[in-house]
C-alpha cells in the first residue's frame, strides 16, 4: 500500500558538505534515501546567500531529518494532534522497508507519544503497539488510531457541535482547571470559550465520533493559548488575549472529516490492528499482549535535557480532565524515564541499574566535579544516572517483546551539562551489547547547536538487533 501523505522531496546541494541553519532549521547533506535532486547554491556563498537561495526554492527545501514532527504536518491522521518531540512518520516507514516488513508483522513503540509509529504501521497495513506513560498521550494517540470512524456520523456530530456553540463570545461562567498559573498559558477569555465547547462536545452521546471531538479541541488549545513548544523546550510567547476558538474548532474537523474521507476511500482492508497502551514502559519485560512479539521496535525516548516532559501537555492534562492537580502531574512523572534534576524521586532505584556501568559512572563523576561548590546542578549527577538505570530497564524489558532478529532503533540525542557531554547514543550502544543486543550501527541524522553548549550535540539512531 502507497503511503497516505505526500512525498516530500529533499533538497540537496552537491557542493555543500557541511551543514549550515538558517533561523529554525538545519540542513544536513542527505544520508538516506534523496528524491529530487535540485541545484543549490555554490559552496562558496555565504550562510545567508545560502538561506536566501533556499527561501527562493522553496518548493524543494525540507529539512532532511525525518527526526522532527514537522513531516506529519501533511499528513492524513497524524496531525490530528501533534507535539514538537514526535518524529516524522516516514522515519518509520524507512525503516518498514530497510527491514522488509509487510502485513501481519508488529511494530513496538515503548515511548509511543503522539502515536506516530503505531498510526504508520496501521495505515501501511502492519500492526502497531505503543506504550506511553502520559494518560493525555495515550488517549489521543488511541484516538488517532480511529481511522475508521465513518465521515457521515463524525462530520453529524461536527456540525451539531458546531450549531451549538455559536458565537462563544457569551460563554459561561463555568470553573477553569485547576491548573496552576493558567492564566499565564491562556487568558480566561479563551479558556472559557475552551470550556463552553467541551460543553457543548460532552452533549453528544459517548462513542469514537465524540472522542475525536474531544482530541480536535486538545489540538486547538495550545494555538488558542500562550504556551508555546519548540522541541524539548517550552516557554510562553507574546501574548494573545483572545482567539477564535470556534473557526480553529472547525478547521480542525474539518480536517479530520477530509483524511476520515481519504483513507476510507483507499479501502479499510488494508488497514493493520494497532493499539496504544498506557503504560511504564520500564516494566515492558512483564507485558503480554496479543501483538506480540514485534518484529521491529522504533522509538524515541525522552533526551536527558533536564525539562518536564508532562509540561508539553499540560494544557491538554488540565483541561481534557487527565489531572486535577499537581498531585496526578506528580503520579505522571513518577512513571516516567527520569530526565528532570527537578523531579528526582529517590524511591525510584533505576540508578542501581547501572552501578557497575563504567561509562555512566565516569560521565557522572565528571559532571559532579563540574558543580563542586556550585549552589545548582547537584542532582544533575544522579538524574544522569537515574535516567541511564531506566532506560536499561526498557532495553531489557523489550527482549521480551522482541522476536528473534528483530531489530530495535532508539532515536536519541546527546546532551552536554555543565560542559560535560554525555554520548547518550554510544551509551545505549553499549548497554544494548551488554544486554545481548548485537550493536549494528549508529547513523547519525543531524547535529543540533545550542548557544548554551560547547559542544556540537548529534542526534542518531541506535541500531540494536536481536
Ligand atoms: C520523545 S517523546 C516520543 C514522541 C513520539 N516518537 C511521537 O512521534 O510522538 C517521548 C515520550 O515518552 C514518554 N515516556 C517517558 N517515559 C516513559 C515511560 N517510562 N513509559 C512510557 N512512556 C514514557 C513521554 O511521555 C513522551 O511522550
Given at each position: 500500500m502507497q503511503p497516505l501523505y505526500p512525498r516530500v522531496r529533499f533538497y540537496f546541494s552537491c557542493s555543500c558538505s557541511r551543514p549550515f541553519s538558517t533561523r529554525s532549521l538545519t540542513f544536513w547533506p542527505p544520508r538516506g534515501p534523496i528524491f529530487a535532486l535540485t541545484p543549490g547554491p555554490s559552496a562558496s556563498a555565504s550562510r545567508s546567500q545560502r538561506a536566501r537561495s533556499l527561501a527562493a526554492s522553496a518548493c524543494y527545501v525540507v529539512p532532511v531529518t525525518l527526526t522532527t514532527a514537522l513531516h506529519n504536518s501533511f499528513a492524513p491522521a497524524l496531525d490530528w494532534y501533534l507535539m514538537p518531540e514526535a518524529f516524522s512518520a516516514g522515519l518509520v516507514e524507512q525503516a518498514m522497508a530497510r527491514y522488509g516488513l509487510g502485513p501481519g508483522d508488529t511494530i513496538l513503540d515503548p515511548f509511543s507519544g503522539t502515536g506516530t509509529t503505531v498510526l504508520a504501521a496501521k495505515l501501511a497495513g502492519l500492526n502497531g503497539l505503543g506504550l506511553e506513560a502520559n494518560p493525555f498521550l495515550a488517549w489521543a494517540a488511541g484516538v488517532k488510531l480511529?481511522?475508521?470512524?465513518?465521515?457521515?456520523?463524525?462530520?453529524?456530530?461536527?456540525?451539531?457541535?458546531?450549531a451549538r456553540i455559536g458565537e462563544l463570545a457569551d460563554a459561561p461562567a463555568v470553573p477553569l482547571p485547576d491548573m496552576p498559573r493558567i492564566a499565564k498559558w491562556m487568558t480566561p477569555v479563551v479558556a472559557y470559550k475552551?470550556?463552553?465547547?467541551?460543553?457543548?462536545?460532552?452533549?453528544?452521546?459517548?462513542?469514537?465520533?465524540?472522542?475525536?471531538?474531544?482530541?480536535?479541541?486538545?489540538?486547538?488549545?495550545?494555538?488558542?493559548?500562550?504556551?508555546?513548544?519548540?522541541?524539548?523546550?517550552?516557554?510562553?510567547?507574546?501574548?494573545?488575549?483572545d482567539a477564535p476558538v470556534g473557526p480553529m474548532f472547525t478547521r480542525k474537523t474539518a480536517k479530520i472529516l477530509a483524511d476520515l474521507q481519504a483513507i476510507q476511500a483507499s479501502g479499510l482492508g488494508c488497514l493493520g490492528r494497532a493499539e496504544v497502551v498506557h503504560a511504564d514502559s520500564r516494566d515492558l519485560g512483564g507485558l503480554s499482549h496479543s501483538l506480540l512479539p514485534a518484529q521491529l521496535a522504533i522509538t524515541s525516548p525522552p533526551y536527558l535535557n533536564n525539562l518536564d516532559y508532562t509540561m508539553q501537555t499540560r494544557l491538554e492534562l488540565f483541561f481534557l480532565d487527565h489531572v486535577r492537580g499537581l498531585a496526578d502531574v506528580k503520579a505522571i512523572r513518577k512513571g516516567m524515564v527520569i530526565c528532570d534534576a527537578k523531579a528526582m524521586y529517590r524511591d525510584i532505584a533505576d540508578h542501581q541499574r547501572v552501578e557497575g556501568f563504567q561509562s555512566i559512572q565516569a560521565i557522572a563523576e565528571a559532571i559532579a566535579v563540574r558543580h563542586a561548590g556550585k549552589n545548582w546542578g547537584w542532582d544533575y549527577p544522579f538524574m544522569t544516572r537515574q535516567y541511564f538505570g531506566g532506560l536499561h530497564r526498557v532495553l531489557e524489558g523489550a527482549r521480551n517483546a522482541l522476536a528473534p532478529g528483530a531489530r530495535f532503533i532508539l532515536v536519541v540525542g546527546e546532551s552536554s551539562h555543565s560542559g560535560v557531554k554525555v554520548p547518550v547514543p554510544e551509551i545505549l550502544g553499549e548497554m544494548g551489547e551488554q544486554l545481548g543486543y548485537h550493536l549494528e550501527a549508529i547513523e547519525i541524522h543531524r547535529l543540533r547547536r545550542s548557544s548554551s553548549h560547547r559542544h556540537e550535540?548529534?542526534?542518531?539512531?541506535?541500531?540494536?538487533?536481536?
Amino acid at each position: 500500500m502507497q503511503p497516505l501523505y505526500p512525498r516530500v522531496r529533499f533538497y540537496f546541494s552537491c557542493s555543500c558538505s557541511r551543514p549550515f541553519s538558517t533561523r529554525s532549521l538545519t540542513f544536513w547533506p542527505p544520508r538516506g534515501p534523496i528524491f529530487a535532486l535540485t541545484p543549490g547554491p555554490s559552496a562558496s556563498a555565504s550562510r545567508s546567500q545560502r538561506a536566501r537561495s533556499l527561501a527562493a526554492s522553496a518548493c524543494y527545501v525540507v529539512p532532511v531529518t525525518l527526526t522532527t514532527a514537522l513531516h506529519n504536518s501533511f499528513a492524513p491522521a497524524l496531525d490530528w494532534y501533534l507535539m514538537p518531540e514526535a518524529f516524522s512518520a516516514g522515519l518509520v516507514e524507512q525503516a518498514m522497508a530497510r527491514y522488509g516488513l509487510g502485513p501481519g508483522d508488529t511494530i513496538l513503540d515503548p515511548f509511543s507519544g503522539t502515536g506516530t509509529t503505531v498510526l504508520a504501521a496501521k495505515l501501511a497495513g502492519l500492526n502497531g503497539l505503543g506504550l506511553e506513560a502520559n494518560p493525555f498521550l495515550a488517549w489521543a494517540a488511541g484516538v488517532k488510531l480511529g481511522v475508521e470512524v465513518s465521515p457521515l456520523a463524525f462530520g453529524a456530530a461536527a456540525q451539531r457541535v458546531a450549531a451549538r456553540i455559536g458565537e462563544l463570545a457569551d460563554a459561561p461562567a463555568v470553573p477553569l482547571p485547576d491548573m496552576p498559573r493558567i492564566a499565564k498559558w491562556m487568558t480566561p477569555v479563551v479558556a472559557y470559550k475552551i470550556m463552553a465547547l467541551k460543553a457543548a462536545i460532552l452533549e453528544e452521546e459517548a462513542g469514537p465520533e465524540r472522542e475525536l471531538l474531544l482530541l480536535a479541541l486538545a489540538a486547538i488549545l495550545r494555538p488558542a493559548g500562550n504556551l508555546k513548544l519548540t522541541a524539548h523546550a517550552f516557554g510562553s510567547v507574546e501574548r494573545k488575549d483572545d482567539a477564535p476558538v470556534g473557526p480553529m474548532f472547525t478547521r480542525k474537523t474539518a480536517k479530520i472529516l477530509a483524511d476520515l474521507q481519504a483513507i476510507q476511500a483507499s479501502g479499510l482492508g488494508c488497514l493493520g490492528r494497532a493499539e496504544v497502551v498506557h503504560a511504564d514502559s520500564r516494566d515492558l519485560g512483564g507485558l503480554s499482549h496479543s501483538l506480540l512479539p514485534a518484529q521491529l521496535a522504533i522509538t524515541s525516548p525522552p533526551y536527558l535535557n533536564n525539562l518536564d516532559y508532562t509540561m508539553q501537555t499540560r494544557l491538554e492534562l488540565f483541561f481534557l480532565d487527565h489531572v486535577r492537580g499537581l498531585a496526578d502531574v506528580k503520579a505522571i512523572r513518577k512513571g516516567m524515564v527520569i530526565c528532570d534534576a527537578k523531579a528526582m524521586y529517590r524511591d525510584i532505584a533505576d540508578h542501581q541499574r547501572v552501578e557497575g556501568f563504567q561509562s555512566i559512572q565516569a560521565i557522572a563523576e565528571a559532571i559532579a566535579v563540574r558543580h563542586a561548590g556550585k549552589n545548582w546542578g547537584w542532582d544533575y549527577p544522579f538524574m544522569t544516572r537515574q535516567y541511564f538505570g531506566g532506560l536499561h530497564r526498557v532495553l531489557e524489558g523489550a527482549r521480551n517483546a522482541l522476536a528473534p532478529g528483530a531489530r530495535f532503533i532508539l532515536v536519541v540525542g546527546e546532551s552536554s551539562h555543565s560542559g560535560v557531554k554525555v554520548p547518550v547514543p554510544e551509551i545505549l550502544g553499549e548497554m544494548g551489547e551488554q544486554l545481548g543486543y548485537h550493536l549494528e550501527a549508529i547513523e547519525i541524522h543531524r547535529l543540533r547547536r545550542s548557544s548554551s553548549h560547547r559542544h556540537e550535540l548529534a542526534e542518531s539512531s541506535v541500531i540494536l538487533r536481536v
